[in-house]
């Protein structure tokens, strides 16, 4: 069912900040309600990518934050291996996408061969528009590194590093927190406004919560060894699935200078023996690879699991990450599936705490991302009961049938744009009633819940800019048409931006679409006008016979609807 509310009014990032720039004093809060301020207005559980993001995207709007992590410091073992061009445009929020990217190895083919090395299948992640390669290799400590320096320009987010968390309480009106300093075994309590548990999969504040986890875990555990590059060879860069019945194999590359294998423990096999320097040479030899290449960093066994929380919220208190959720690693999407959970959930926080939203928006995160993720996952396990065929006629038939299919031009482009990773997409969730076509008449528009692309455009300046960048993560409306500066969303709060094609003039509340994706897009969707959300999806939109205007009710009325 469609959330929508019926008191939009929308604060901006300036007006954010200045209301917590003391978080130890009263602020005001958009509705001009005095609200003591003695707490943290978001407390995170856990640092890792999913922890340290969301204090990026909250910090940067000024929230005072409380992140809560046991370890010291980052975890050395990359577990993560790939990311996609929406994680970036996410990090791109916090003014980190371009640092991340240049740590980055954006994505080569991704290559299926046989037991021979023989190649039957490839398949090129295409771009969806979001400003930044459609697939990144990443190693995830350098990744995490760059993160946690971002979050150290904002004075608002406090570090409790070696901290455990033993207790959450949540009432109507915060959470209630007891933390175990492991340092010195000493205790102190704190109290937040809402609670972010990014814990890990294994989380021990689900646990607190009663939440279960229900899923399942594969028999099969893998091998997993990282090593540094010394000597590049051919291939080296290429991710490739070696689909071999005897001895599945990932074969990935990372960047900096290393590169990881993955395969299954074979059955009877001691896993501590498999570990060891004299078992993974026997294995790394057995695919070409020498001591002069590369230098053996680690290795470890772990387990696959496909596992969803009962609830990502319990009172004020928010599961993501892996600790909503987990997946098998098969196209790289477990690190970035808890990027996007926060990415969802922050400006709502943050709307709700200014008093631009009232708190039943909150109600739309886990309906908004749970289909999302479930897909993603579904893929996932899709992807690897093709790499792991064991049965030999059944991985003969996979061969030659993707081999011959992957040869028509049609099926390739279907398998390359459609089958890696869903689109960004919220078919419920805290979005306007979609307009109703008439008797015979076609579905005026179908934008609504989808993420707009982010071309590079022009600004009013005429400065070459990415889209997010001037849209400033912030509700607007954008038009193809003619801005209203005296229209009910003018009104409420939205700003305004005429969308112009490419060869168009700078001028002031114009955007130049200097390549006329957006442009393109609004077309390919029948969306003249929308209304877009501080996350870049559609939170409203009309057709090109029509004008996005609130019935005889007024903008209430709309939104309430």
Request: hydrophobic share 40%; aromatic share 8%.
């Amino acid at each position: 069912m469609t959330l929508t509310v019926s008191n939009l009014i929308v604060v901006t990032n300036t007006e954010c900040s200045d209301h917590y720039s003391n978080g130890s004093q009263a602020r005001l809060s958009a509705k001009g309600k005095n609200v003591l301020d003695t707490t943290y207005d978001v407390a995170i559980i856990g640092f890792g990518p999913t922890g340290v993001t969301a204090a990026n995207l909250l910090g940067a709007r000024g929230l005072r934050v409380l992140v809560i992590e046991r370890d010291p410091d980052i975890y050395a073992r990359a577990r993560a291996i790939s990311t996609d061009e929406e994680v970036l445009r996410i990090w791109q929020q916090a003014g980190l996408a371009d640092k991340l990217n240049a740590e980055m190895l954006p994505g080569q083919p991704v290559k299926f061969v046989d037991a021979e090395g023989e190649q039957f299948a490839e398949l090129t992640p295409q771009p969806r528009g979001a400003g930044h390669p459609p697939q990144q290799f990443i190693y995830q400590p350098a990744v995490e590194k760059t993160l946690r320096a971002g979050v150290e320009r904002y004075a608002t987010v406090e570090l409790a590093l070696e901290h455990e968390c033993l207790r959450v309480a949540s009432d109507a009106t915060g959470v209630d927190l007891m933390l175990a300093d492991l340092k010195t075994d000493a205790f102190r309590r704190e109290r937040a406004s809402y609670v972010i548990a990014a814990d890990g999969g294994s989380s021990p504040t689900r646990g607190l919560l009663g939440i279960g986890f229900e899923g399942q875990t594969y028999e099969d555990r893998w091998v997993v060894i990282d090593a540094k590059v010394l000597q590049e060879w051919p291939g080296h860069d290429s991710l490739r699935f070696h689909c071999d019945p005897a001895q599945p194999t990932v074969d990935c590359p990372t960047p900096l200078g290393h590169h990881r294998w993955e395969y299954p423990v074979p059955v009877g096999s001691d896993e501590k023996e498999l570990v060891t320097h004299e078992a993974i040479w026997k294995v790394l030899r057995s695919k070409g690879i020498t001591e002069r290449q590369v230098e053996i960093l680690r290795a470890v066994v772990y387990s696959h699991h496909v596992r969803f929380a009962d609830r990502w919220r319990v009172g004020r208190v928010f599961l993501a990450g892996d600790a909503a959720h987990v997946m098998p690693p098969w196209i790289g999407q477990g690190m970035s599936a808890g990027v996007r959970d926060v990415a969802n959930l922050c400006w709502k926080l943050a709307g709700v705490l200014d008093g631009s939203l009232p708190e039943v928006v909150l109600d739309s995160y886990q309906s908004e991302r749970m289909p999302h993720v479930r897909e993603v996952t579904k893929r996932a396990v899709k992807t690897g009961k093709l790499i792991t065929e064991r049965r030999r006629r059944l991985a003969l038939v996979r061969n030659h049938g993707l081999r011959t299919l992957t040869k028509i031009p049609a099926v390739a482009a279907w398998l390359n744009d459609s089958r890696w990773i869903p689109p960004a997409h919220y078919p419920d969730g805290f979005l306007a009633p979609r307009p109703k076509a008439g008797f015979g008449e076609r579905q005026r528009t179908s934008a609504v819940g989808y993420l707009i692309p982010q071309p590079w455009v022009l600004d009013q300046k005429g400065e070459s800019s990415r889209l997010d960048d001037v849209l400033g993560g912030r509700w607007v409306l954008l038009t193809s048409g003619v801005v209203d500066p005296t229209g009910p969303w003018q009104h409420a709060g939205v700003t305004g931006f005429e969308v112009r094609g490419a060869g168009s003039e700078a001028a002031e509340d114009v955007i130049v679409d200097t390549e006329n994706v957006l442009l393109s897009w609004m077309q390919k969707k029948g969306a003249r006008t929308m209304v877009v959300r501080p996350d870049g999806f559609v939170y409203a939109a009309d057709g090109p016979n029509s004008v996005l205007a609130p019935p005889p009710g007024g903008l209430d009325a709309l939104l309430a609807s």
